[in-house]
């Protein structure tokens, strides 16, 4: 079935499968540097970093710093040095790394680097999000103007990916279904709406108390 693309801030693709509602994918090609991983040394695999647990569900993943030739490739712009690069996590052949919100989520930004999408040839990354069975899969980036091919130099093949309109979830699984690594770090995650509220709330209750502190100021001099 042939899919709709327009243009946003990158390309996009609504309506993917899997998930009730008007779900959003856009891309925007690299170089990035985020530094979501970057507390972390080489070779995690179970930990918490902030209201996020990450845990090896099958196969081999880790943290990583740099380049190794036939093993991993960081993103572009994250570095290649192994000893000064910016971490990131590799998930290795068949393996799966599981990441559990604390708050659920409704939109995750994913910096993909060299997105891998050759499926005939055994070689596939994908993201799994346990709301509605909802997967993207580096095919999917290609549809969207990716290259696909695994390149590790290319911006249009290292790209935040954006996902958004989801339902609300917590569980996401990475997944590397082929020979190569899927390499990958995260942007700042967006709180659900009840959480902007409680947010709002709170800042509407400061406001108020500094309101009401200048008044019995202004009274106190007067």
């Not at 911006?155 to 935040?160: A, F, I, Q």
Request: glycine content about 14%; proline content about 4%; overall charge negative.
């Amino acid at each position: 079935m042939r899919k709709t693309l327009f243009l946003m801030t990158g390309l996009a693709w609504v309506g993917l499968t899997g998930v009730a509602g008007a779900v959003t994918v856009t891309l925007t090609p690299g170089p990035a540097d985020p530094q979501y991983f970057a507390s972390l040394a080489a070779g995690e695999s179970d930990f918490t970093l902030g209201d996020v647990t990450w845990s090896l569900v099958s196969g081999s993943a880790a943290t990583e710093k740099g380049s190794v030739a036939g093993q991993y490739a960081a993103p572009l712009g994250m570095g290649t040095s192994t000893t000064t690069g910016t971490t990131y996590m590799s998930v290795q052949n068949g393996g799966t790394e599981q990441a559990i919100w604390a708050t659920p989520q409704t939109r995750l930004s994913i910096y993909w680097g060299s997105i891998d999408a050759m499926e005939a040839d055994g070689i596939l990354n994908e993201v799994s999000i346990t709301i509605d069975n909802y997967t993207l899969t580096g095919s999917d980036l290609m549809a969207l103007g990716a290259m696909g091919n695994g390149d590790q130099s290319s911006p249009t093949n290292n790209e935040w990916v954006t996902i958004s309109g989801l339902g609300p979830f917590t569980t996401v699984d990475f997944h590397d279904a082929g020979k190569n690594a899927f390499e990958f770090s995260l942007g700042s995650a967006v709180p659900e709406p009840g959480t902007w509220a409680m947010m709002a709330l709170g800042f509407a209750g400061l406001g108020l108390v500094g309101w009401r502190s200048k008044a019995k100021t202004g009274a106190f001099a007067a």
